[in-house]
C-alpha cells in the first residue's frame, strides 16, 4: 500500500461493520419484508469543499449600482416624456433625479472597483463581445446626455444665476437634444446590468439569461415612475402613472415567465432564503403599488404611498437577484445538477460525438 502527502486531506473512512460467520447482515424491518438500499442517495459535493464556481466579489454596492442604473435609465425616459408633452416641472424632475442617480450609481461602482482609473480604463478599447466594455460606454454617454440637459435645469432653477456667460445661450439650445440623447440610452444602460450578470458562469443568473433583461427594464420603470410620484405633482404625474402600470406589468409577468422557463433547481435560490424572502415581497409591493395607481393615483397622498411601494419593489429585485446569484454559486448542487440534466438531455436527443462531456 503506497501513501502520499495528499491523504492527509482525505476524510477518515467509517468504521467497517463486521460479519458474522463469514455472511453480511441484513438490514431491514425485522420480519423480512424489506431491505434497506445499499447505495446512499447522492451528495452533491466539491473537492474538500470548495465551490465549484467561484463567488463573484460584489457586496451592496453593486446592488445599489444596479438599482440606480434603472433610476437613471427610466427617469430619462420620463424626462423625455415631460419634454415632448409640455410637463416642465415633470420634465425637471426627472432630469435631476437621473443625473442623481448616475452620479450615485458611478460612485458605488467606482468603489467597489477600488480605484477610479479602473473605470476610465474600460474607455480605452470597445469590446463588442463584452457587456462590461459596452456598458462602460453605455453609461458614459447616457451620463453625458443627463448632464447637459440637468445643467441647464439647474441653472434655470438658479435664475440663470450659474457663471455661464455665453454659454448659456449655447446649453438651451442644446438640452433638449441632450434630452433625447440620454433617454436613446435609457433603456440599454437599464438592461445591460441583467446581460452583465447573466453572461456568467454562475448557475442562476446564466439560467436566467433569456428573460433577466425583461426583468430588469420592469423594474427600472417601476422606480423611475414611484420616484417621479414622490416628487411631482399629480396634475404632471399622468406619464409617470402610466409607466408605472406599464412596469408593474412587464416586472410581474417577467419574473413569472423567467422561474418558469429556468431549470427548477437553479431558479431555487429566487424561491427560498434572504433572496426569496426579497423578490416576494417585491412582487406584492409591486401588484399593490399598481392597484393603489389605478384606484386612486390622482390623490397626492395615494400617489406618493404608490410611489414609494413601486421604488422599494425595484430595489428589492435588484437586490434580491444579486444575493440569489451569489447563493446559487455556494452550493455545487446548483451547479452539478442542471448540468448532468442537460447532459442527460443532450444524449437522448442523439448527440453524443460534439465533445469530450457528451461523449458516450
Known amino acids: 500500500m503506497t501513501v502520499s502527502d495528499f491523504d492527509n486531506y482525505r476524510p477518515p473512512e467509517p468504521p467497517r461493520r463486521s460479519r458474522r460467520g463469514g455472511k453480511r447482515r441484513r438490514v431491514g424491518t425485522g420480519d423480512g419484508s424489506g431491505e434497506m438500499p445499499m447505495v446512499p442517495e447522492p451528495e452533491f459535493?466539491?473537492?474538500?469543499?470548495?465551490?465549484?464556481?467561484?463567488?463573484?466579489?460584489?457586496?451592496?454596492?453593486?446592488?445599489?449600482?444596479?438599482?440606480?442604473?434603472?433610476?437613471?435609465?427610466?427617469?430619462?425616459?420620463?424626462?423625455?416624456?415631460?419634454?415632448?408633452?409640455?410637463?416642465?416641472?415633470?420634465?425637471?424632475?426627472?432630469?435631476l433625479a437621473a443625473l442623481t442617480s448616475v452620479g450615485i450609481g458611478a460612485a458605488a461602482l467606482v468603489a467597489d472597483l477600488g480605484r477610479p482609473e479602473r473605470f476610465l480604463n474600460m474607455l480605452r478599447t470597445i469590446k463588442p463581445t463584452s457587456p462590461m466594455s459596452l456598458g462602460s460606454w453605455i453609461l458614459a454617454a447616457f451620463s453625458a446626455g443627463v448632464g447637459i440637459s440637468a445643467a441647464s435645469e439647474i441653472d434655470r432653477l438658479?435664475?440663470?444665476?450659474?457663471?455661464?456667460?455665453?454659454?448659456?445661450?449655447?446649453?438651451?439650445?442644446?438640452?433638449?437634444?441632450?434630452?433625447?440623447?440620454?433617454?436613446?440610452?435609457?433603456?440599454?444602460?437599464?438592461?445591460?446590468?441583467?446581460?452583465?450578470?447573466?453572461?456568467?458562469?454562475?448557475?442562476?443568473?446564466?439560467?436566467?439569461?433569456?428573460?433577466?433583461?425583461?426583468?430588469?427594464?420592469?423594474s427600472a420603470s417601476l422606480a423611475a415612475a414611484g420616484l417621479a410620484m414622490i416628487t411631482t405633482s399629480v396634475q404632471e404625474a399622468g406619464p409617470a402613472r402610466a409607466l408605472a402600470v406599464l412596469g408593474v406589468a412587464v416586472?410581474?409577468?417577467?419574473?413569472?415567465?423567467?422561474?418558469?422557463?429556468?431549470?427548477?433547481?437553479?431558479?431555487?435560490?429566487?424561491?427560498?432564503?434572504?433572496?426569496?424572502?426579497?423578490?416576494?415581497?417585491?412582487?406584492?409591493?409591486?401588484?399593490?403599488?399598481?392597484?393603489?395607481?389605478?384606484?386612486?393615483?390622482?390623490?397626492?397622498?395615494?400617489?406618493?404611498?404608490?410611489?414609494?411601494?413601486?421604488?422599494?419593489?425595484?430595489?428589492?429585485?435588484?437586490?434580491?437577484?444579486?444575493?440569489?446569484?451569489?447563493?446559487?454559486?455556494?452550493?455545487?448542487?446548483?451547479?452539478?445538477?442542471?448540468?448532468?440534466?442537460?447532459?442527460?438531455?443532450?444524449?437522448?436527443a442523439g448527440i453524443v460525438d460534439d465533445s469530450i462531456t457528451t461523449a458516450g
Open 45 to 95: 459535493a466539491s473537492y474538500y469543499g470548495r465551490p465549484v464556481v467561484k463567488p463573484p466579489p460584489w457586496g451592496d454596492p453593486i446592488g445599489a449600482y444596479l438599482f440606480l442604473g434603472g433610476v437613471a435609465g427610466g427617469s430619462a425616459l420620463l424626462g423625455l416624456g415631460g419634454q415632448l408633452t409640455g410637463r416642465p416641472v415633470l420634465c425637471r424632475n426627472s432630469r
Open 158 to 218: 438658479t435664475g440663470s444665476r450659474l457663471p455661464l456667460g455665453p454659454l448659456r445661450r449655447m446649453l438651451r439650445a442644446v438640452e433638449g437634444p441632450a434630452g433625447v440623447e440620454a433617454a436613446l440610452f435609457a433603456t440599454p444602460l437599464s438592461a445591460y446590468t441583467a446581460v452583465l450578470l447573466s453572461d456568467t458562469a454562475n448557475p442562476t443568473w446564466n439560467a436566467a439569461r433569456e428573460d433577466l433583461p425583461f426583468v430588469f427594464v420592469g
Open 251 to 348: 416586472d410581474v409577468i417577467a419574473m413569472r415567465v423567467m422561474e418558469n422557463r429556468m431549470d427548477p433547481v437553479a431558479a431555487e435560490p429566487l424561491r427560498e432564503g434572504a433572496p426569496g424572502r426579497m423578490l416576494t415581497w417585491s412582487q406584492r409591493l409591486a401588484v399593490a403599488g399598481g392597484i393603489g395607481v389605478l384606484a386612486g393615483g390622482r390623490h397626492r397622498p395615494v400617489a406618493a404611498a404608490c410611489g414609494l411601494a413601486l421604488l422599494t419593489a425595484s430595489a428589492l429585485t435588484r437586490f434580491g437577484i444579486l444575493r440569489a446569484g451569489i447563493r446559487s454559486t455556494e452550493d455545487p448542487r446548483y451547479t452539478i445538477e442542471p448540468q448532468k440534466k442537460r447532459l442527460a438531455a443532450r444524449r437522448q
